[in-house]
């Protein structure tokens, strides 16, 4: 039967520890809860242990009773360790004791045990991570990952006149690369890649290869470039990643202006046209001496044929400044054919930039004779030797006759295209060399326009045959196709005909010349127009056309109207661009030293003027009066 443990009388509480086991059998209690009731108060009372009748944790009785227990509990761990078997730290002696925290014991302490517990943050990777503490209290913490957003600002890529030669030819890079998050990343085995286009090849290429963090502002000057037009490309390539930066197309002024004249110009009936109704001019344009900034430009040729005084034909052709003839002038000329019969005076106009360099007439008349129509085949029975035309009559012996289908017949449509397709089958044991086909787009009901008429001649080695007819005007179409023997039958020459449904023809070309955006800055002595010219408010393929532009200067209130004189400007330029679709491309032009006395305002007016696929001159007007320049 255990006994009461507070029938127990403790006198000496070393010895009693040493008799733990004996008390445990005593009392009926474990030895570990006889050892907690003596360490906390030297009596067995049931204050401490497992079975206490007020449960306390020994710990944190030990912390209360280490002041008043301290001696006893150090001069007791030899005999606790022999008692239980195992070391101090097993029982907790150190914790009780004081002796691991950091409050207890001065880091300069000579009496400091050399285990002694240090609490903090032990995780390497948190942001308040201790490389003293022996022993994590929960207290790491951990900043939200950082996702790097590199972006470009400050882009100036423009054309300058750093070198003061009175001509923009020099170029300016700056552009800052930047984290807008700013991560600080370590940007590293990475570069940044600088290339310069002319005429869609590299000119120039480099690379800077910095390591920084959050930013980089790239200050990069080239002088004295050629004239012409150069786009200019930033990038930054790093770990296999690529960010496209900035993009620009730069413009570098010529040194003076470009100068040519017609030489060499000629009118004549082209000798390879049969019906010797072709007519050509023909020219050199030739570069006045010493002129050698003209690869830029696009000079605009207008031809003319006169009749009795009056215009009758005319058309306008461009040609590159760049001289390619070994001679030093470029030949070109224009070709009309079908021209009427009469006598005709030749004229040829050179222009550049909307400015007239030079006008030739040829000196020789052409003269077209009239047509004479009729049968112009040697080998038909009716042939005419007279006649100019042919008029459809020819006639020829007898054939073998040819039986054939056409099979199959159908007609598609793709913007104002119209397509047909079709299959020849040759009957058996028919005699056949050649066939001639006619394919003619028929108008339905009321669509006001003319028939369209296709005809060749083929060969019986193939039975799938085709055409397109290009530039169909809008409305309702039907195919027609006529095989018919060839050229040698006389008689009863028609072998089928078929005509398909019909088709409709829904097409509408929009290119209308737009300013996508326009403006003005001034200084002391310069002006600056910066303009986008586009064909059409989106990315299309419609053709385009040469538009002329024109920045002027004038004294405030001058450009207006005074009997017949003309206005002069004070100074001006020109550009001549070919628009077609929609590009984001920018442009510049500038007036400079055009100040005069003490005037601080002028007027300034741009032009934008081309003619449209009508044959009609078209003109818009940006106006800029009474404008303040800066000192």
């Not at 207008?302 to 009758?312: F, V």
């Not at 017949?409 to 079709?422: A, I, K, P």
């Not at 005074?562 to 628009?579: A, F, K, M």
Request: charged letters at 25%.
């Amino acid at each position: 039967m255990p006994t009461d443990v507070e029938d127990i009388d403790i006198e000496d509480v070393e010895e009693a520890l040493l008799r733990a086991d004996e008390l445990a059998t005593i009392t009926g209690r474990k030895k570990t809860d006889i050892v907690a009731d003596l360490l906390d108060d030297g009596k067995l009372n049931l204050s401490a242990g497992s079975d206490a009748e007020v449960k306390k944790d020994i710990l944190d009785i030990a912390q209360e009773k280490a002041e008043k227990f301290k001696t006893l509990i150090t001069t007791l761990i030899p005999v606790l360790a022999l008692l239980l078997g195992v070391g101090a730290e097993g029982l907790g002696v150190l914790d009780i004791t004081g002796w691991g925290s950091d409050s207890m014991w001065e880091d300069d302490d000579p009496h400091k045990p050399p285990n002694a517990i240090y609490w903090g943050c032990t995780d390497y990777d948190a942001d308040n991570y201790d490389p003293m503490a022996t022993q994590d209290d929960g207290s790491c913490y951990f900043e939200p990952p950082c996702d790097s957003n590199w972006e470009w600002e400050n882009v100036v890529i423009r054309s300058a006149d750093i070198n003061g030669e009175g001509f923009n030819n020099d170029l300016e890079i700056e552009v800052e690369f930047r984290d807008v998050n700013w991560c600080d990343d370590i940007m590293d085995a990475g570069h940044f890649s600088l290339i310069i286009e002319k005429e869609g090849q590299i000119w120039e290429q480099w690379q800077i290869n910095d390591n920084f963090r959050d930013e980089y502002f790239i200050s990069e000057t080239r002088m004295n470039l050629q004239p012409g037009d150069y786009r200019v490309v930033v990038a930054y390539q790093r770990d296999g990643g690529n960010w496209l930066g900035p993009s620009a197309l730069v413009t570098m002024e010529s040194p003076q202006g470009c100068d040519a004249s017609l030489i060499n110009a000629q009118s004549y009936i082209l000798e390879a046209d049969a019906e010797k109704d072709a007519v050509r001019i023909s020219a050199d344009v030739d570069l006045t001496d010493g002129e050698d900034n003209c690869d830029s430009e696009q000079f605009q040729i207008t031809w003319r044929l006169y009749q009795d005084t009056q215009i009758k034909y005319e058309h306008q052709t461009y040609e590159d400044g760049a001289v390619t003839d070994q001679d030093g002038a470029d030949y070109t000329f224009h070709t009309w054919d079908n021209v009427d019969a009469g006598t005709y005076d030749s004229k040829i106009l050179l222009m550049l930039n909307g400015v007239l360099l030079d006008e030739q007439w040829t000196g020789n008349t052409v003269t077209v004779q009239p047509k004479v129509w009729g049968c112009i085949d040697s080998e038909a029975t009716n042939y005419n030797a007279d006649a100019t035309d042919d008029d459809g009559s020819c006639e020829y012996p007898d054939t073998t006759p040819c039986d054939a289908d056409i099979d199959n017949l159908q007609t598609t449509v793709s913007d104002n295209e119209v397509s047909v397709v079709f299959y020849i089958a040759q009957h058996e044991e028919t005699d056949c060399s050649d066939w001639d086909i006619e394919i003619n787009l028929m108008p339905v009901d009321d669509n006001e326009e003319d028939e369209i008429n296709h005809e060749h001649s083929i060969s019986p080695s193939s039975n799938y045959y085709s055409h397109t007819f290009e530039d169909v005007p809008n409305g309702d179409w039907a195919a027609e196709v006529i095989l018919s023997q060839n050229e040698n039958c006389a008689s009863d020459c028609q072998i089928a005909d078929e005509t398909s449904s019909w088709v409709y023809v829904n097409y509408e070309e929009i290119c209308e010349i737009n300013v996508f955006w326009i403006a003005i800055a001034t200084n002391a002595t310069h002006a600056q127009m910066g303009y986008d010219l586009d064909c059409g408010y989106e990315d299309n393929d419609l053709d385009g056309y040469n538009v002329s532009v024109q920045f002027l200067v004038y004294e405030v209130g001058s450009n207006t109207s005074n009997g017949s004189e003309q206005p002069q400007p004070i100074v001006w330029d020109t550009r001549l661009h070919y628009i077609q679709g929609w590009v984001e491309d920018n442009h510049i032009i500038t007036l400079t030293n055009f100040t005069e006395s003490n005037n601080t305002h002028y007027d300034f007016y741009g032009y934008f003027v081309w003619v449209d696929g009508e044959g009609e001159s078209q003109t818009l007007e940006y106006k800029w009066l009474n404008r303040e320049i800066d000192a």
